[in-house]
């Protein structure tokens, strides 16, 4: 059984700061890889970060570099998002993933487990 339950979304003012949270509750050891991803409204959902937990590479997507810092807590099996000088485009849901199967890392398909997801909104 794995549980993700992300926490930490909220609504703030474009130029503001959020942090996610994504803790991971399972009897397994950690997972290769966990990500954020992220949908709008009306948008599909796209890949916003991942972490290799075991080398601790991350790869982000172009619109997020140099705003948000994906890191691990390998102890508390938790993944966190932090996201800086945030901007009304970056409202959405974030979901948390985890467990790759090889593959693109943004490709939603190649995660074997999805948090409900936490709401984040960014008002101008």
């Known amino acids: 059984q794995v549980q993700l339950v992300e926490s930490g979304g909220g609504s703030v003012q474009a130029g503001g700061s959020l942090r996610l949270s994504c803790a991971a509750f399972t009897s397994n050891d950690r997972f290769n890889c966990m990500s954020w991803f992220r949908q709008a409204p009306g948008k599909e959902r796209e890949g916003v970060a991942v972490?290799?937990?075991?080398?601790?590479?991350?790869y982000y997507a172009d619109s997020v570099k140099g705003r948000f810092t994906i890191s691990q807590d390998n102890a508390k099996k938790t993944v966190y998002l932090q996201m800086n000088n945030l901007k009304p485009e970056d409202s959405a849901m974030y979901y948390c993933?985890?467990?790759?199967?090889?593959?693109?890392?943004?490709?939603?398909?190649?995660?074997?487990?999805w948090g409900q997801g936490t709401q984040v909104t960014v008002s101008s």
């Open positions: 993933a985890a467990s790759c199967r090889g593959g693109t890392w943004s490709t939603q398909s190649n995660y074997n487990y």
């Open positions: 972490i290799f937990t075991g080398s601790v590479i991350t």
